[in-house]
């Protein structure tokens, strides 16, 4: 029903905005609201850029919580409401003495997906410490998991449902900066938004761990605007502000950090 050669014209991930797009014309034709899995932010991006080229479709995201980086899709008719109950998601604790055995969030996936359960069942997972974690999940697969999840790295865990409102979510701290660059070099501004040496910030975007609008960035001298959001893993994320030219012809960046 779409034209999807036009709407996949520079689309990174096809495969999964494709799948998206199944389920845009399912939803279209059926007049029912039609919830994808759990999106990455890369994926999720270009989805909903795509989506907001349809007329016939609306679409709403929801991971949970306002800031989850993971979220599920719901998709309708533009005339049919859309709310986040629509986006069916449930919460599980999983509970363990990490004291002597410290879990992090790639040990608690890898414990995950050792079940058999494939990434895009599951959103975001917020590490609690020593007392193990929280996970966000489709709710179909509640009793899987409690049956299936017993133990991260050396832990025996007991994993059961939690509501979504006990997620121990830390809302994000922002600290507003500005500062003033001969460039809008990505390694020029990311490395005073995140506050380390240019070289350092180079490297780390030569190695992937740089997003610019949640899409892979490589080159150091990729040239940011005004209304980027710059990810860095480990360090949060970096949106940027008005941009002006100062009298010496440099450009003066006004910088909020999340952390």
Not at 37 to 64: H, I, M, N, S
Not at 74 to 82: C, G, H, Q, T, Y
Not at 120 to 127: L, P, S, T
Not at 186 to 209: E, P, V
């Amino acid at each position: 029903m779409f034209p999807k050669a036009d709407l996949l014209k520079g689309v990174e991930h096809r495969e999964a905005v494709t799948r998206v797009l199944d389920q845009a014309d399912q939803a279209v034709r059926t007049w029912e609201v039609v919830v994808t899995d759990f999106l990455p932010p890369p994926v999720l991006a270009e989805a909903t850029g795509v989506l907001g080229r349809l007329t016939e479709v609306a679409g709403l995201a929801w991971g949970g919580y306002p800031q989850a980086e993971r979220q599920r899709l719901a998709i309708a008719r533009s005339e049919l409401p859309l709310d986040t109950e629509q986006v069916a998601l449930a919460a599980l604790e999983v509970a363990g003495n990490f004291l002597f055995d410290p879990a992090d969030h790639r040990d608690f996936l890898g414990s995950i997906l050792g079940t058999g359960i494939t990434r895009e069942k599951v959103g975001d997972i917020v590490v609690l410490g020593e007392r193990g974690a929280q996970i966000v999940v489709v709710p179909e697969l509640v009793d899987f998991f409690c049956a299936s999840l017993v133990q991260v790295r050396s832990v025996p865990v007991k994993t059961q449902p939690m509501a979504l409102s006990e997620l121990k979510i830390r809302p994000p701290k922002r600290k507003e900066l500005t500062t003033v660059e001969a460039s809008l070099r990505l390694d020029a501004i990311a490395s005073a938004g995140f506050g380390m040496s240019r070289s350092k910030m180079a490297d780390a975007i030569a190695a992937g761990d740089v997003r610019v609008n949640w899409k892979d960035i490589s080159q150091p001298s990729y040239n940011v605007q005004a209304g980027d959001l710059i990810a860095m893993r480990g360090k949060g994320r970096l949106e940027v502000g008005e941009v002006a030219i100062t009298k010496k012809e440099r450009y003066r960046v006004q910088l909020t950090r999340l952390v």
